[in-house]
Structure formats: structure tokens, C-alpha cells
């Protein structure tokens, strides 16, 4: 361990990429020495996984024998599907639509072709897969690729409607080509356009069919160079599919037609289905219906084929949602589909074309969602989708990440959240079931926690890099539900989603969670095992203004109406229960709203199942006709019983036990009289910053008789409108309060919005929003020399001040006796809003705030026998208050410049490091990293950075992020042992790690996709198909389409890149479970299982042929002398 003297903290330290911290001289406490274990060789970034729905899907392929399925999406990234907790995510460079994904089944790879032209083949037998070879089209743009089963030869269909074939080993064009013209030869007159489909027969490989998009289909020879055979509709063609016996084929159409032809016989179709046509009753055409996208035919043994298709509703079904149609026999299913479909695969029995198909599942792809639907049984249940794809239900607005809870907490959430379960999924097991977990020792357990824009809280279980939904908390149930548009209560200052979940603080320890909505309220919840019913909801509702001291008197009479003065402390815990609302709000008749909160509460008894139960809502209030601000910071601490939280006009502290309000404060007045900033008073007629109006609130604080209120007109009271797509933008307040009023509607998704980092002025508009809390045990004064709980404030003008808390002594007396709280004055500055603060020990260990265990709140009503749950589960103090007087603590405050290590109680700055000159933090978390503590911050220009503490020293600053978009900005959070986490699109979680360990492990931790599989026995071909020619016809591709009997392919038409994953391939194939070794081993027994079976069969082959010649013998002596018309 190396320790340091704090004056030589940089003797020798180059500063790397950012300015180095520098010592304050005039301290004292530079004599302490402080041992800090953390060195920049600890840390290491890299990406872990990927969860969540793929993002804008745009293709998808299965591989029947491993068992995996991969989707391609519209940014050229490729997700791979195994058994539940095995998934993989790789990336494109190109960054290029995936047009079409194609397995070599059973071989451990996959080709895909990209929107670019260009085709890869990634190695999928290390645990992170890489492209082996690409090929990029330089002349033809690809839009059709066939790979046939158990071939090294892809056909590639281009727009001008040729067809290439590529050797999938070496990735090179073969000479052999289709060309359009010669494929169609006189049979059209047009261009017939682009190649839709190639595939060969099932029953014979030197047959290709060629689906040519304006309705020509034509059945090529390969060995003649050839058409067979050209089948002509008049209707486009989106998709093709084979009868398995090779003889028959169905094309789907534009006009929602399919036709089935026989091969031999092109001049019509055999029969032309219109599966959703209303049949005219004078035997014309049907009415056509909306294009049949994709078609699929698959056989069974037993019974009638399946016809699977999508699209090719009528028209007249305007509303319906996309549909899935499963033709059977003479039952037509229709499944209806929550979203778009994007593609569907039928999943089967059998690998192989020429044998009966037997469907049992039906995987289909939809813009949001992927569905399994299981056609085995009646009905054609769904199964229950194992991966955690549902993270996008509704917008996520805010995360939390948790790692290193308390081990009890995950079994306690999937109980509740167990019984969440929908019922009526199929009974059978979810069919993706390739690949094998990975081997990983990290066993700490992880929770990440998501708030979404419906109001709706979810609860993940992230340990060991999975990720599964624990349990689900719905805030909206708490209010009452507008019926209709017209019913939408006047009061609310946001159009849509009023209940989106803006701030969540959640203590651990005692699973107590606090959550601030958009619509400026916040809700209390305790965690409970058992059903309750809630009579009334218990509510508070708190007037929170903004206001200067100096009595300008409104212009023009305004409507003046002071809020009538409350006790600080309320005897009864419903100040304004929902049955006095209006009561209370003064709606005069220019419609000026006062005293009404944006969301009503529900009034009727509320029915509270096991997990998460409201304890307490609080509500800020229209003070004379402004709605109130935003939430901006939020706090609750389980040991005191307080929540607290702020935004731009003050904050006010609740006591959650006693049910009232504490403290009710402007920003302004928690500086007492020594504010350093020359404020202006509001005037009246000014315009307002809009995003969402400006609120006052001020309730419980004896001065709100003689303010004087300022009257705004109610057309200023605009509402805030979020975009859909990124609703997650919803408020820029919960990352940084804007220094300046910046308009939320013509805010861009880049951060360049100018920014003041001036302390000395304040702009004349401008608020002093607050932006954090921190609770904790501390010395509130210079002459301290005890500690006492405290509540340490930080602002958007970066000021820290402190608010001594004065509790009560514990059990009984706590809930009669009041908390009294105190502002006590400023304590630092720094540049920029504070974003984090925390405490650290003499010893320069983390100090977290004090907290309770978890107890039931539902425990029998007998008082004596809860007050004894309570005492035997013991506060947990902090280690401080063990320590001796003469100790000191750190404070550690981080803004969005600089961060500061301040020792107390003398208050004097010992560290201070500028974080950023050009750009500004947007996330900063102190956290446990390995041995040691540090701060991890995150930059709005992309940068991730540790510092050492308390000696701020640079450990590591990577450009992580190019450009960061707001959905990264308010989901970016760091947690302890190198994790961190961030919404990389609407739909998915990245995580990623700052540490060297989490890195060097992350290999074993990974699953492995490729496991060694035999592939099945191919379909028996039966003696008489043998002996006529019945059966599936082979042909020696090599010779065809190799060089020596095709040529080269010309240089200019595509060009080859190897790619990074050949060295890559080779290691990982190497160091996965199945080695080199391992393989050449299986593939000896597999070779000798063979031979054993080649033997076998032609010893039997030997005694049929044996016991027919017999036959044949008995029966031509039997037969010898009859005449032939006695037989």
C-alpha cells in the first residue's frame, strides 16, 4: 500500500489530459497522511453487455441445431439469442442496415448482408464474435441472399436482377453468374426488376428458382446454364416458399393473392388463394387486399400443411393491427400483433429441406417486441419470453443502479413480483435453447432500477451480467385517472405522461423508496410482504414560491391571495386531505389557479398488494396562477424518517413518520442575510422561463403573510410538451439546471447550450435551483467537536450550505416529539452546479448516511410488539460516532467543473481539481472500487474519468462517447466494483465497467453460442426412390461454380476485406471450452461413429440384396412355364 504525503501529492505526477488537482497552502491538515490504495493500473474501460429489445430490428435468421437466433437492426448491430442468459451483441463498423441474416447451420457462423452492399461472415465460436471475411459489391446493390443447407456456395440476388454466388471459405466470387436477360430471355419484354428470391429445390440442387419482383419466376438448370421452366403472374411478387417434395411452390403477392404452382406446369397456377378476399358471389377475382409480405409452407407427416403468412388484410380493415395468419387444413387462424411485423421464421423438426417440415413454432419479429408462438397447441398460446425484453413497455425517464445490495433484497422482489405473472403462455419450453452460460465468480448481487414515463417503477436483477425483471411498481394508481381528453384536469403542466418518473432516492437498508414525478409531486412508498387496503391516502400539499423581500406592489390590482398561515409543525398528519381540496384552491373567476396541485389523488379506498405500498404523497401547488417548477433533487433517509427535495425556487423538508412539513424554504433564504448575490426582484410583467412556468411554494413558514404575491396572467402558465419519441427528454433539470432560461422546446439533442460558470452575477432571471442532497453525521461548525446529523444542500450556483437536523429521541418519542431543522449557513463554493457530495472517515473510507434495517409495517397492530420488531433491528449508526474527538472528516464535493476534499470541522479546502474547462460533468458518483473509494464522473463530451480520493489524483480518462445524447445524459449512473450502466437507445441497457478485474474476468463471465452439436440424420431416401431416381438429386457444386469450371469472377465487381476476427477466431476458438483439441476429439468419434454406421448399413444393404435375389429366383421358377394370361 502506498501512502503519500498530501504537500508531494504531484511531485512527479504529469497531468495526463486534464489539470491537476492542486493542495490549498493555508492548510492545516496537510500533516495528515492519508494511504491510498487505488493506482491507474486499476482501471481499465470496456463494454460488458448489452440488454434489452434490439433497437429498430431489421432481420432475423435461426439456426435449427444450435439453436440460436439472431436479429439484425437498422444501425448495423447484430444480437444473438441463446438459452435465457446467454445473449450477444456485435456491431457492423459500417454501421449499415442488416438486410438479411443467413446461418451455416451447425457450423458456429453467420452471413450478413448489409444495406451497403456488402456481405460478412462472422465467426460465432468465441465468446465475442468477429467478422472472419466481408466483401463488399461495388456495381450491384444486393437485395436477396440463399445459403443452402450444408453448402459452401451463397447465391447472391442483386437490383438489376443477376444472381452471383460466393464461396463462403475463402469469400470469393466464382465466374458462374445468372445473368437477368438470359434468365428471362423473350418471356417479357420489361426488365423483369430486382431478384426477390432464390432458393434451390428441395429435391434436387441443380434446380434454382429466381422470383423476380415484377411477378416472373423462372426455375434455372445450373448444369445447363438454362431456364427449365418460367412462371409469369401479373401481380409483384414479395416472397416465394417450397413444398418440401420439391414438385410445388407458393408465391405471396402485392394484391394479397397467393398461387400455387406445379413445376412442369408454368402457363397458370394450380390454385390462387386470397386468404382475407371477400369472395364475390358472380365468380369474379376477389377484391384485392394489402400486399403479402412473407409466405412459408411447411409440411407435416401426420396432417395437412401449415400456410403461414403476413400481411394481405383487406383493405377496409383500416384500425386493425398487423396481423400473423396460420392457414391449417381448413382452419384459418388470425393473430393479432401489438406492433409492425418485421419478419417471421417457422421453426421445425428437421434441418433439412426434402423431409416433412413438422412446424412447432412460429418466432416473430415486431418493431417492439418479439413474439414465440407455440403451433402445437390449440389455440396457439404464446410462450413466456425469458430474455428481459421489456425494458421499453413505457419510455425509461430515470435509472438507478445498485451494486453490492444487501443480499436479502433480490429474493424479497421476486417474491412480490412473482405474483405480477401474467397466465395462459404455453406450457412447453422456450425453444431458443442454444449456447451455455458462462463460467464467471462474481457473485455479488446487482440491482438496476427503472422509472418510466407511464409512472410505472421497475425493479432488475442484474447480477452476474444477466438481467431479469423483479418486480414492477405502478405510482399512477395512487391518482385519480382523467376518463376522456376533455376531462384532463386544467391543472397539469405537461401534456402527456403527467405521472413519468422524473427522480428516484432508494435506501437499501431499510428498502424505503421516494420517487418525484413530472407533475411536481413526490411519492413515499414502503416495502411490505403483506396485502393491505389504504382508506385514505395520506396527502400534503406544500405552497413552494419564489419570492424577493422587497414589497414591489403588483401592477393593474392583481389578484392577491395570500396563503393562509399554517403551524411549521401540522397536528394532524392530512393538512389537506383529497376530500378538501377545493376547499382550500381559490379558482376565481379569470381562472387563476391557487392552491391546486396538477394531479387530483384518488379518494376511494385503495387496494395495496405485497411489495411497494404509499406511505405519504406530497404535493406542490399553483400559487397564484403559476403551476409549480419541476422537481430537481430528491433525498430520503430511513434513520431519520425525512424526505427532502428541491427545484428552482426552494426546498422543503418532510417528516414521512409525523406525516408533516418541517422546513419551507426559498433558495434565497437559506442564505439568511449573507447572500453573496445581487439579486433581482421579480417584476410582475417580465416574461417567464417556460418550461413548465415557475412555481412558489410556501407552506408551515410563518413570513408567507407578508410576501407580496405577483400576479401572472394564466396565459403564461404554458404547458410543456415532450416529444414521443425521446420522451425520455423530459426535463433537463434532473441533470443540470440550465444556468440561463433556455426554452425546453427548442432544446436540441446535443449539448450546446451556452452555459455561465460565472459565481459573481446572477442573471437577472436566472433561479439558484437546488440540485443535491447529501445526509450525514457530521461537525456542523468550525467549533464542533461532536457530531450531529445534518443535511448538506448544494445549488446550481454551486454553493454547499448546511441544515442542522435536531432529532428526537428514537421509538415513541419520535413520532410525538417534532424534528427541528435549521439552516446554518454556507459552507463552500465551487464552479458550476454541485452535482455529488459525500463523506469520508480519518481514514479516508467512504462514510454512508446513516440508516434503518428493513422491519414489517404490517405487523400485527398490537403497538408494544411493533415497537420490539423495530428496536431489535438497531439503527445503523455511521462509524463516525464511534470515533474519538479529535477526529476529523472529508467532505467530498464533485459540480459539474471541479471537484473539492474539504477536512472538517475546520472547513478548510485541502484538494481541488478542475474536472473540465471546455465541457461539464453530467453524473458523478463516489464510489467502492475495489480496495479503494473514488470518484467516477461523466462528461457531456463523452469523457469518463476517475479520481483517487481524498487526494483527487487523475487514475483514468478515456473518450468514451463521442457526441452524448440526452437519453444518455439522464440514464448515465456509476456504481460500486466498476460498473456502470447507461440506455444506449429507447429500448436498450449498455453496461460497461471502469475496472481492470471486471475486465480481465469478462472472458469468463461471457456464455459461449456455439456448442458442438451433431448435426441429424438426413431423411432416409427408401429403397424404391433409390433404385427410380426419386430421390433428392446432389450436385457437385465444386465443379460447377469452383474456378476450374467456372473461371474467375471479374475484378471490379466486388472487393475482399479479411477481417479483424481471423487472429481473434483462432484465439478464441483456442481459449473457449471447446478447444482445438476438444474438437479434433469429437470430430474422430463423430468420424468413427460414422464408419460404424457406413458398416452397418452395408452389411444390411448386402442381406436385402441377398434375400431379394432369392426372391426373384423362386419367383421366376414359379413363374417359367405360365402363359401370360394366367398371371
Known amino acids: 500500500m502506498k501512502k503519500f504525503n498530501i504537500r508531494k501529492v504531484l511531485d512527479g505526477l504529469t497531468a495526463v489530459s486534464s ?644 422546513l419551507n424554504l426559498g433558495t434565497v433564504e437559506l442564505y439568511g442575510s449573507n447572500d453573496p448575490y445581487q439579486r433581482q426582484p421579480r417584476s410582475p410583467r417580465k416574461s417567464r422561463q417556460p418550461s413548465g412556468g415557475l412555481c412558489d411554494i410556501n407552506e408551515g413558514s410563518a413570513t408567507s403573510e407578508d410576501r407580496c404575491k405577483s400576479p401572472t396572467s394564466a396565459k403564461m402558465s404554458r404547458k410543456l410538451s415532450l416529444p414521443t419519441e425521446l420522451k425520455p427528454d423530459l426535463v433537463l433539470l434532473s441533470v443540470c439546471p440550465p444556468r440561463a432560461a433556455v426554452p425546453l422546446d427548442n432544446r436540441d439533442n446535443s449539448f450546446s447550450r451556452s452555459r455561465s460558470s460565472s459565481v459573481t452575477s446572477i442573471d437577472k432571471e436566472a433561479r439558484e435551483a437546488i440540485t443535491s442532497f447529501y445526509f450525514c453525521e457530521t461537525y456542523t461548525r468550525k467549533t464542533d467537536n461532536t457530531l450531529t446529523p445534518a443535511l448538506w444542500v448544494g445549488t446550481s450556483l454551486g454553493t454547499v450550505l448546511s441544515i442542522s437536523l435536531n432529532m428526537p429521541p428514537a421509538g415513541e418519542q419520535r413520532l410525538l416529539q417534532p424534528v427541528i431543522v435549521s439552516p446554518s449557513g454556507t459552507l463552500i463554493r465551487l464552479k458550476g452546479s454541485i452535482i455529488r457530495m459525500a463523506f469520508l472517515d480519518a481514514t479516508g473510507s467512504l462514510l454512508p448516511p446513516a440508516s434503518e434495517l428493513w422491519y414489517e409495517p404490517n405487523a400485527p397492530a398490537n403497538g408494544e410488539e411493533r415497537e420490539r420488531v423495530r428496536k431489535r433491528r438497531p439503527v445503523s449508526v455511521s462509524p463516525s460516532t464511534s470515533q474519538e474527538l479529535n477526529e476529523h472528516q472529508y467532505a467530498v464535493v464533485c459540480s459539474e467543473k471541479q471537484a473539492k476534499v474539504i477536512t472538517l470541522p475546520s472547513q478548510n479546502c485541502i484538494f481541488k481539481h478542475n474536472i473540465t474547462e471546455t465541457s461539464f460533468v453530467l453524473r458523478a458518483d463516489v464510489v467502492q472500487a475495489g480496495t479503494g473509494i473514488c470518484l467516477a464522473c461523466f462528461c457531456a463530451n463523452g469523457h469518463i474519468m476517475t479520481l483517487s480520493l481524498p487526494g483527487l489524483r487523475p487514475l483514468l480518462d478515456v473518450n468514451y462517447l463521442p457526441l452524448t445524447d440526452m437519453r444518455i445524459a439522464r440514464t448515465f449512473c456509476f456504481t460500486n466494483l466498476g460498473q456502470a450502466m447507461y440506455l444506449t437507445s429507447p429500448t436498450e441497457i449498455q453496461r460497461i465497467t471502469y475496472s481492470q478485474d471486471v475486465c480481465e474476468n469478462l472472458q469468463e463471465m461471457l456464455g459461449e453460442l456455439f456448442t458442438p452439436v451433431e448435426t441429424p440424420e438426413a431423411p432416409n431416401r427408401g429403397f424404391f426412390k433409390g433404385l427410380f431416381g426419386g430421390g433428392a438429386q446432389s450436385l457437385d457444386r465444386e465443379e460447377l461454380f469452383g474456378e476450374s469450371g467456372a473461371g474467375k469472377a471479374s475484378r471490379s465487381l466486388a472487393q475482399h476485406i479479411p477481417g479483424p476476427g481471423g487472429i481473434e477466431g483462432m484465439k478464441g476458438a483456442a481459449s473457449g471450452i471447446v478447444g482445438d483439441l476438444a474438437r479434433a476429439r469429437i470430430a474422430l468419434d463423430e468420424r468413427g461413429q460414422k464408419l460404424s454406421e457406413v458398416e452397418e448399413r452395408t452389411a444390411a444393404m448386402m442381406a436385402s440384396a441377398d434375400s431379394f435375389s432369392k426372391h426373384a429366383h423362386e419367383m421366376m421358377l414359379k413363374c417359367k412355364d405360365k402363359k401370360w394370361y394366367q398371371f
Open 19 to 662: 489539470p491537476s488537482p492542486s493542495p490549498h497552502t493555508g492548510a492545516k491538515e496537510n500533516d495528515f497522511i492519508i494511504p491510498e490504495t487505488l493506482q491507474s493500473e486499476h482501471f481499465q474501460l470496456c463494454k460488458t453487455v448489452r440488454h434489452g429489445f434490439p433497437y429498430q430490428p431489421s432481420s432475423m435468421a435461426f439456426d435449427p441445431v444450435q439453436k440460436i437466433l439472431a436479429i439484425g437492426t437498422q444501425s448495423g448491430a447484430l444480437r444473438l439469442f441463446g438459452r435465457p442468459g446467454v445473449e450477444c451483441y456485435c456491431q457492423h463498423e459500417s454501421g449499415a442496415a442488416v438486410i438479411q441474416l443467413q446461418f451455416l447451420i451447425n457450423e458456429g457462423a453467420l452471413v450478413s448482408a448489409l444495406a451497403d452492399d456488402s456481405v460478412h461472415l462472422w465467426n460465432l465460436r468465441q465468446k465475442r464474435p468477429a467478422v472472419l471475411h466481408s466483401l463488399k459489391f461495388n456495381r450491384e446493390r444486393i437485395t436477396f441472399c440463399h445459403l443452402p443447407f450444408q453448402s459452401k456456395w451463397l447465391y447472391i440476388g442483386t437490383e438489376r436482377g443477376n444472381i452471383h454466388i460466393v464461396n463462403v471459405e475463402s469469400f470469393t466470387l466464382s465466374g458462374y453468374t445468372i445473368m437477368w436477360n438470359k434468365a428471362i430471355e423473350l418471356s417479357s419484354k420489361a426488365h423483369p426488376g430486382p431478384v426477390v428470391h432464390i432458393s434451390d429445390n428441395p429435391m434436387d440442387e441443380g434446380k434454382l428458382i429466381i422470383g423476380f419482383e415484377s411477378g416472373i419466376v423462372v426455375l434455372w438448370d445450373l448444369k445447363s446454364k438454362k431456364a427449365d421452366y418460367r412462371y409469369t403472374y401479373d401481380e409483384a411478387i414479395h416472397s416465394v416458399a417450397w413444398h418440401h417434395e420439391g414438385k410445388q411452390f407458393i408465391c405471396s403477392h402485392s394484391d394479397g393473392t397467393l398461387t400455387i404452382w406445379n413445376i412442369k406446369s408454368p402457363a397458370k397456377p394450380a390454385q390462387t388463394i386470397t386468404p382475407h378476399g371477400k369472395q364475390p358471389k358472380d365468380g369474379k377475382k376477389p377484391e384485392p387486399c394489402k400486399p403479402i409480405l412473407k409466405v412459408e409452407y411447411k409440411t407435416t407427416r401426420a396432417g395437412d400443411p401449415y400456410m403461414i403468412l403476413s400481411g394481405g388484410l383487406s383493405y377496409d380493415t383500416v384500425g386493425r393491427r398487423p396481423c400473423l395468419t396460420v392457414m391449417h387444413g381448413k382452419s384459418t387462424a388470425v393473430l393479432e400483433m401489438d406492433y409492425p411485423i418485421v419478419d417471421f421464421l417457422t421453426l421445425c423438426e428437421t434441418p433439412y429441406p426434402n423431409d416433412f417440415q413438422e412446424p412447432y413454432a412460429v418466432v416473430v419479429l415486431l418493431e417492439k417486441d418479439l413474439v414465440v408462438i407455440d403451433l402445437a397447441q390449440n389455440g396457439y398460446p404464446i410462450f413466456e419470453n425469458p430474455y428481459p425484453l421489456t425494458i421499453h413497455e413505457s419510455p425509461v425517464t430515470c435509472c438507478e443502479y445498485v451494486a453490492d445490495c444487501p443480499v436479502d433484497l433480490i429474493p424479497a422482489l421476486y417474491s412480490v413480483g412473482s405474483r405480477q405473472k401474467r397466465q395462459g403462455y404455453s406450457k412447453k419450453e422456450w425453444p431458443v435453447s442454444g449456447g451455455n452460460w458462462g463460467q464467471g465468480t462474481q457473485s455479488y448481487p446487482e440491482i438496476i432500477i427503472t422509472g418510466h414515463a407511464d409512472g410505472s417503477v421497475k425493479f432488475w436483477d442484474a447480477s452476474a451480467i444477466m438481467l431479469q425483471v423483479l418486480y414492477k411498481l405502478k405510482t399512477a394508481k395512487v391518482f385519480e385517472k382523467s376518463r376522456s381528453k376533455e376531462e384532463k384536469p386544467s391543472t397539469e403542466i405537461v401534456d402527456e405522461d403527467p405521472f413519468a418518473i422524473q427522480l428516484m432516492s432508494w435506501c437499501p437498508d431499510s428498502r424505503m423508496l421516494c420517487v418525484a414525478g413530472v407533475s411536481a409531486h413526490v411519492i413515499i412508498y414502503r416495502f411490505s410482504k403483506q396485502e393491505i387496503t389504504t382508506e385514505v391516502v395520506q396527502l400534503l400539499e406544500i405552497r413552494l414560491q419564489y419570492e424577493l423581500n422587497d414589497l414591489e406592489s403588483p401592477e393593474g390590482g392583481g389578484y392577491q391571495t395570500p396563503a393562509p398561515p399554517t403551524p411549521s409543525t401540522s397536528p394532524s398528519p392530512q393538512t389537506s386531505g383529497p376530500q378538501t381540496h377545493h376547499s382550500t384552491s381559490s379558482n376565481s373567476s379569470d381562472g387563476i389557479r391557487d392552491n391546486v396541485p396538477c394531479l387530483k389523488v384518488r379518494n376511494s379506498p385503495l387496494k395495496q398488494s405485497p411489495g411497494y405500498q404509499v406511505e405519504l404523497v406530497v404535493q406542490l401547488v399553483w400559487v397564484s396562477g403559476e403551476p409549480p417548477q419541476q422537481i430537481s433533487s430528491l433525498a430520503i433517509n430511513s434513520s431519520y424518517g425525512l424526505v427532502v427535495f428541491g427545484n428552482t425556487n426552494g426546498l422543503a423538508v418532510v417528516d414521512y413518520l409525523q406525516k408533516t412539513v418541517l
